[in-house]
């Protein structure tokens, strides 16, 4: 432990530990930081959402107790010493901010404005890596001072690596390498031959510790797509860490039984740093899916479809600086599962648990059997359904997650079969560039174009039998008449133009918040997204809420059966022209979280802003 986190953590350790210390959330970083690493003070935020409106410092209100309270104006430095000046001398304070800056080993020049408790940015930017760096490889004595104990703790590194994915040449990559240090070792689950990390499993209720160093050269954060976790914990793209840092994760799995993911979150390099090799399954379990029997072991498989370009050389390639691209989004010519080419799946003559995610960064899949038998739907994003459900075809777009019943017990060893992606309108996308040119096979494979995905071929004879249960779960009916804001849901306008995409005319701002993305703790609310863009810019956008699971109310302008919205979900499809209603409650964990365009180009470029749940007592 750099003497650092030391300094700060005896120094937070004198604070009178019922005090609640009441912060603008945008503005005191330093405040933010000893939040994220749990120590004595509980963190809330400031009535007036100060940054929002004056992009600045305004108003910081401290309470001692319960009973007291004032508001200072002032600078946020001020209010740093101001803070530290309750349990410690201002020499000390000083001698804090020397050791800051020394065991930073940052240049001379950053050290004096430092000193000199200089502006805002440099003393956040100071001290953000910092704090990084006091994590990096010193785990142990910070970890020591949160008082959590994890039922798992894990060790995750993203690190550029090569694959041999074709013969010849190994395709360079990035991928997350992941490691079991207390729990069961079973619980990490590396797929063979593949760049995508490996599988995390956990169950509900569970405590679950996370070590993330990021080894590859350009900054990078972990968002769990899907679990409900505090701010701190979600991979904002504002927790970024450089190369060589690390981020301690440390909460616990609350959600249901479900396929969830991770992948990185920095903002403007999403896109890239998945499309590099940069994600992984999150695989939660809890009684309630126990008790059903469901195919497991070898029987549940997971199915990360991708799509991907690869030169002549069997390297990766990608959109670099072509705007007009980006707007489309990237489309690969080659479809990989578990990041194999080529993928056919041997099954037994028994039923399977299919778990599928799009991992693709834009490209939107029309899932069917190629033998036409009807897909059987058990779960969706947030976890197993109420009943199983029946479609002839499903959409999936990136980063939603879908689980099949799949019995092959009365096909036939030999017999195979394959799902599909069918043809459909890709909007805008449909006709967009693609990344040809490569050794793929299908070079024009538009947004919407006919494709087999992978095969699976009946291998094997197997007495096993299981029937798929007619009540899954409890989900429970959707009281839309319970939002507090049922006469007036807050409407969200999807937009790309001028080389952006845009969420009610704005694009993404690092820590802001509209007035109209402000929610308060413990309320319900329905909001309503709308994708009207047409012509050129009619294209299909998946919106993804952090955080939060929540419930489809209704649709809009919807002309196909593809969706299926039974259950709880993350990330909704738009296609151009649909209009969507959602409830989300907003029931824990205060803060900044994000909502965006799931096509990771699209989000790459801005189409991605900041909710912000404001604490219950505000
Ligand atoms: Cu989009």
């Known amino acids: 432990m750099t003497a650092l986190f030391k300094i700060l953590t005896e120094t937070v350790s004198t604070f009178p530990v019922d005090s609640a210390v009441r912060q603008c959330f945008a503005c005191c ?26 992009a600045g410092i305004r108003n910081f209100i401290f309470r001692s107790g319960a009973t007291t309270s004032r508001s200072i104006k002032s600078s946020y430095d001020f209010i740093f010493i101001k803070w530290i000046g309750y349990s410690i001398k201002a020499s000390n304070m000083k001698k804090l901010t020397k050791n800051l800056i020394l065991e930073a080993g940052k240049d001379r020049r950053q050290f004096l404005k430092l000193a000199g408790y200089g502006a805002l940015g440099l003393i956040a930017g100071g001290i953000r890596p910092l704090l990084g760096q006091s994590a990096a490889g010193q785990h142990g004595d910070a970890i020591s001072k949160t008082g959590f104990v994890p039922d798992l703790d894990i060790s995750l590194v993203s690190r550029p690596g090569e694959l041999a994915i074709f013969p010849g040449a190994a395709t360079q990559i990035w991928q997350y ?32 510790r996370i070590r993330f160093t990021n080894s590859i050269p350009e900054k990078s954060i972990v968002h769990w797509h899907g679990l409900h976790v505090p701010e701190a914990m979600d991979g904002h793209p504002r927790y970024v860490i450089p190369e060589g840092n690390s981020y301690l994760y440390e909460f616990e799995v609350k959600n249901r039984a479900g396929t969830y993911w991770y992948h990185p979150h920095p903002h403007g390099r999403t896109g890239p740093q998945v499309y590099g090799g940069l994600a992984g399954l999150f695989l939660v379990s809890d009684t309630e899916e126990q008790s059903l029997g469901l195919p497991d072991g070898e029987y549940d498989v997971p199915l990360v479809i991708q799509d ?60 069917a059997w ?15 359904m109420e009943s199983p459900v029946s479609r002839s075809y499903v959409f999936l777009a990136p980063g939603e997650r879908i689980e099949l019943w799949s019995d092959f017990s009365d096909s036939p060893v030999g017999y195979e079969t394959a799902l599909m992606s069918l043809s459909f309108d890709g909007g805008r996308m449909g006709r967009g560039m693609m990344m040809g040119g490569g050794r793929g096979n299908n070079q024009t494979l538009s947004n919407g174009a006919k494709v087999s995905l992978f095969k699976f071929k009946v291998t094997k004879s197997v007495a096993i039998r299981k029937s798929l249960p007619q009540k899954l779960s409890e989900v429970g009916a959707i ?20 080389m952006q995409g845009m969420i009610n005319g704005r694009v993404f701002q690092m820590q802001g918040v509209a007035d109209e993305e402000i929610v308060q703790l413990g309320t319900k609310e329905i909001w309503e997204f709308i994708n009207n863009g047409g012509g050129m810019m009619a294209m299909p956008h998946p919106i993804h809420l952090h955080g939060k699971q929540f419930r489809v109310i209704e649709r809009q302008g919807v002309k196909h059966h593809g969706y299926v ?54």
Request: aromatic share 10%; hydrophobic share 35%.
């Open 308 to 367: 991907r370009s690869f030169d002549r050389d069997n390297q990766l390639l990608y959109i670099s600086g072509n705007r007009m691209a980006q707007m489309t989004g990237f489309l690969g010519d080659s479809i990989l599962i578990n990041g194999r080419p080529d993928f056919t799946l041997p099954v037994s003559t028994t039923a399977y648990r299919l778990r599928l995610l799009n991992g693709s960064n834009s490209r939107i899949y029309k899932l």
């Open 370 to 384: 190629r033998d036409n038998r009807p897909l059987t739907i058990i779960g969706t994003d947030g976890g197993l």
């Open 565 to 618: 919205d039974e259950g709880w979900k993350d990330t909704v499809l738009l296609m151009p022209g649909e209009r969507i209603r959602i409830l989300v409650d907003f029931d824990d964990y205060p803060g900044l979280f994000l909502y965006h365009c799931h096509n990771l180009e699209h989000e790459d470029m801005g189409m991605m802003r900041n909710y912000y749940v404001r604490g219950a007592d505000l």
């Open 479 to 498: 009281q839309e008449h319970e939002a507090d804001n049922y006469n007036r849901p807050r409407q969200f306008y999807l937009n790309m133009g001028h």
């Open 29 to 54: 970083e330093v405040l933010q930081l000893l939040a994220a690493a749990r120590l004595v003070f509980d963190l809330e935020t400031c009535r007036r959402s100060c940054f929002v409106r004056t």
């Open 177 to 208: 390498h992941a490691e079991v240090i207390k729990g069961d070792k079973h619980r990490v689950v590396n797929l063979s031959r593949s760049y995508l990390g490996p599988i995390i499993k956990a169950r509900q209720g569970e405590k679950i």
